[in-house]
């Protein structure tokens, strides 16, 4: 399922974690996010505190509103000898 929302730390931690795990390049889940959407940073400030920088939130906006793909799933028991065949070079 596509987040709709993201909440990111301040900007110095910010750009370590898009740069590791949370990365595209790394297997992240910003790497599928952002192909399927379009993050808008949305203002936010800390109560009493505008001035302190607290990090920020992101809204996903789709890139289309396409459906989703629908799956089928069956089940089928096989011996421990069964190949579907030779493997492909």
Known sequence: QQPTW???PER???VAATTTWE?????????????LAKPDTVATYLDGDWGREWG???RYEPY???E???T???TVTRS???TPGPLAH
């Open 68 to 70: 989703p793909a629908t």
């Open 80 to 82: 421990g000898l069964w």
């Open 72 to 74: 089928t799933l069956h």
């Open 12 to 14: 110095d931690l910010a």
């Open 6 to 8: 993201r909440i990111q």
């Open 64 to 66: 289309t509103a396409a």
């Open 23 to 35: 990365g595209g390049s790394a297997g992240g889940p910003l790497g599928w996010a952002l192909l």
């Open 56 to 58: 920020a939130l992101e």
